[in-house]
């Protein structure tokens, strides 16, 4: 089992829609955790930190339970620009300090 | 204000030879970390330098070694190709526990 798993997607969403994405992880030493967006053949550029209380940035919301080890990413109002894979990112204390833990990412299309 | 800079873009190599990637720092940062991106896959963590010493390392073999600069540049270096090594290799920089950014990335193909 992957230490960061994602849903498998891809997911294909017309314009203006809603669409949610998950991630769960498994290393319960887990202090830190993002999404990174990617674009076709470029690098992965920090979305949103994810905070305990829950954050929002415009469209999007991230979600944090810790108890369940579980992530997720809500866009509302799907612009075609959201079109790119989305990447869970998890940052460990202690022995794997420093060390950053990506999912494989889950691809978004959004259709006029 | 350069942001993470990487070279070469491509490179294209054959089974059994050595290549050196590299990579600069956004202004300011002092850490770098070294990721493989399989086609279809998440970053796979290297390792990790600070002060010119790895501090942190995945689960890579040997084949895979690195240095950083007292300029806080750094080489990932690989000897022994297997085809399996084609990927696209990021390069990330950070200051403290702040963000990290990526580079471009460097797209080895082994034949």
């Known amino acids: 089992r992957k230490e960061v798993e994602q849903d498998p997607g891809p997911f294909n969403v017309p314009e203006g829609a809603t669409v949610a994405f998950n991630c769960t992880y498994s290393?319960?030493?887990?202090?830190?955790f993002f999404w990174y967006r990617q674009d076709c053949r470029k690098e992965p550029k920090l979305l949103m930190s994810?905070?305990?209380s829950g954050n929002e940035d415009g469209r999007f919301t991230a979600q944090l339970n810790r108890a369940s080890q579980y992530i997720s990413l809500l866009i509302r109002d799907s612009k075609l620009s959201d079109s790119a894979t989305y990447l869970c990112?998890?940052?460990?204390?202690?022995?794997?300090?420093?060390?950053?833990?990506f999912g494989d990412g889950t691809t978004l299309t959004v259709k006029p | 204000d350069a942001g993470v800079t990487q070279s070469p873009t491509h490179l294209i190599k054959t089974r059994g030879q050595q290549v050196t990637l590299r990579c600069s720092p956004k202004?300011?940062?002092?850490?770098v970390s070294w990721y493989q991106q399989a086609l279809g896959q998440g970053p796979q963590f290297i390792f990790q330098?600070?002060?010119?010493?790895?501090?942190q390392r995945g689960n890579f073999p040997d084949r895979f070694s690195g240095h950083q600069f007292p300029n806080y540049s750094s080489e990932l270096n690989v000897n022994a190709l297997l085809l399996g090594d084609s990927a696209l290799y990021l390069c990330?920089?950070?200051?403290?526990?702040?963000?990290?950014?990526f580079g471009p990335g460097t797209r080895l193909l082994v034949l």
């Open positions: 990330a920089s950070e200051r403290g526990e702040e963000t990290q950014y």
């Open positions: 290393n319960s030493a887990s202090q830190s």
């Open positions: 330098y600070y002060e010119e010493e790895e501090r």
């Open positions: 202004s300011g940062h002092d850490t």
């Open positions: 994810v905070y305990s």
């Open positions: 990112v998890v940052n460990s204390l202690g022995t794997n300090a420093g060390k950053s833990t």
